[in-house]
Structure formats: structure tokens, C-alpha cells
């Protein structure tokens, strides 16, 4: 923290604004490491921060701004990009550590409640109700001076071997590319569960060996080095043959992503 604010004691006195997947990940696993002991959940719906606040050792829950206790050591600001904003335009300043857990969200966003304030952002996809290990997550920091970002930092050390200084643009780069990654990813994979159970017999779990190969081979070989299938060998007959078993709107996709694989091996 900045030169004359008073050193702070383990565990640390916490508050989780907010109460979704990535609160109900990071808030519990810190706990479990005996950094932070969690006062307060504060959520706008009380249901969810009570949801939260009972899978914590001591933690209250609150859903007005009123309520939230000013004396905190850190306040972990776990909600969507776009109301990271707007928290700090709600709570006071005061001299705690605050930091946001955003991929595409400036550090200085949080300036208004704090100088010390910084970003804890865990690269990984958090469910409500699915325990994730965060061993070797990748947790990217930032702090507004050097004494914040080892404050945080010593935090992520503490749940996880993988923790990197990233500042606002890197940190953009990566959240885009965790996009691609994992959540188009995802999509398509329900889409090919949709293709699949419309045979009685058939679903995703046919795929998962097919996914755990593709997996491995572009974290050893590289994506682009690993691209297979009928787009790749510009097999056309094939391609037809799909997309007339397909509705028009997944017709639409197919015929989409098989061109720009085609255009990457310059086969269009």
C-alpha cells in the first residue's frame, strides 16, 4: 500500500462485492487458504448474497450500500465488466485495498474508492455449483503502486503456482482470446450436442476422446499445425453432405467457419 498506511494482519478482513460464479470461486478458495476471513457479501438481491454468504466461515450477507462496513482490509470486487464502474461510483473511499477481478476493465476504474486498488483477474471459466481447482490457474495482477500489487499478488499466490503482472491491455488480449477459446468453443460443442440427440441414441459424451486429442495436440503441435478435417482438405463433396443435414441457421455456421479454414490453408 502507499508509504504510511498501516500494515495489515492475517487473515485479512474481507468484502465480496458480488455474489455470481467468480465470487463463488475466489471468494471460498481464498478463505480455505487462511488469508481472508469474509465479513460481508454484498449483493443487490439479497437471495444471492445469502447463497454466498452461507458457503463462508463468518461472512453476512448485505444488499444495501449503507450496510457495507467501511473498515474492511480488502474488498474483492467480483461482478460484470460493465458494473465495475459503477461500484466505484457507490461505495466511499476509504485506505483498504480494493481490487476487480475483470479481464477487459482498467485498474484506475477503482480509483475513486482507494490508491490502492488493483486487479485480480483469474483466467479460467467459473460455473455457480462446479468446483474448479485453482492450482494452476493463470491469476494476472496489477496494483496501483508496488506495495498494492504485492499485496494482491502474496493473495494469489496463495491459491494459485501461476500468477503474472498483466496491465489493462494485456489483459484485453487475453479475455478476448479466452473468448475464442472457451466460450465459441463451448457453443459449438452444443451445437454438435444438439446434432447428436437428434439420434435417440447419441450425445456429447461420444466426442469426448475426439475433444480431449484436438486439446492435446494444439497445446503440443500448435492449432494451426493441428487442423484437421473436411475444410482443411478442402473436401467439398463432404461439406455439401453436412450442411444438407443441418437446420439453416447451423447450415450458415458451417458454411462460415469451413470457408475461413479454407481461406487460412489457401483452398478457397
Not at 487473515?11 to 455474489?19: E, M, N
Not at 487458504?33 to 460481508?40: P, Y
Not at 449503507?66 to 470486487?77: F, H, K, N, R, T
Not at 491469476?139 to 496501483?144: A, D, L, Q, T
Request: aromatic fraction near 8%; hydrophobic fraction near 40%; proline fraction near 5%.
Amino acid at each position: 500500500m502507499e508509504s504510511g498506511t498501516a500494515a495489515v494482519t492475517e487473515p485479512l478482513r474481507g468484502v465480496l462485492i458480488g455474489s455470481g460464479a467468480v465470487a463463488s470461486a475466489l471468494g471460498p478458495a481464498l478463505e480455505r487458504r487462511g488469508k481472508v476471513v469474509w465479513q460481508q457479501v454484498y449483493s443487490p438481491t439479497l437471495e444471492h448474497a445469502q447463497w454466498l454468504a452461507d458457503e463462508l466461515r463468518q461472512a453476512h450477507a448485505v444488499n444495501s450500500v449503507e450496510q457495507v462496513i467501511p473498515d474492511a482490509d480488502v474488498y474483492l470486487v467480483a461482478v460484470k465488466d460493465d458494473a465495475v464502474a459503477s461500484v466505484a461510483q457507490q461505495f466511499p473511499h476509504n485506505n483498504a485495498v480494493w481490487m476487480h477481478t475483470s479481464g477487459g476493465v482498467a485498474a484506475e476504474t477503482l480509483s475513486p474508492l482507494s490508491s490502492n486498488y488493483g486487479v485480480f483477474y483469474p483466467l479460467q471459466t467459473f460455473s455457480k455449483g462446479v468446483d474448479v481447482s485453482m492450482d494452476c490457474v493463470p491469476m494476472f495482477v496489477e496494483g496501483s503502486n508496488p506495495a498494492t500489487e504485492q499485496f494482491i499478488r502474496s493473495l494469489a499466490e496463495s491459491i494459485t503456482k501461476n500468477v503474472s503482472h498483466a496491465d489493462s491491455e494485456l489483459r484485453k488480449r487475453l479475455h478476448c482470446a479466452a473468448v475464442f477459446a472457451c466460450n465459441f468453443t463451448n457453443h459449438l460443442w452444443s451445437v454438435a450436442d444438439n446434432i447428436l440427440r437428434q439420434q435417440a441414441s447419441l450425445d456429447i459424451t461420444y466426442l469426448e476422446p475426439l475433444l480431449k486429442e484436438t486439446l492435446r495436440k494444439a497445446m503440443t503441435v500448435a492449432p494451426a499445425l493441428a487442423q484437421t478435417g473436411p475444410a482443411r482438405r478442402g473436401d467439398t463433396a463432404v461439406m455439401e453432405r453436412h450442411k444438407a443435414m443441418l437446420s439453416p441457421e447451423d447450415a450458415a455456421l458451417y458454411d462460415y467457419l469451413s470457408k475461413r479454414i479454407m481461406k487460412q490453408y489457401e483452398l478457397d
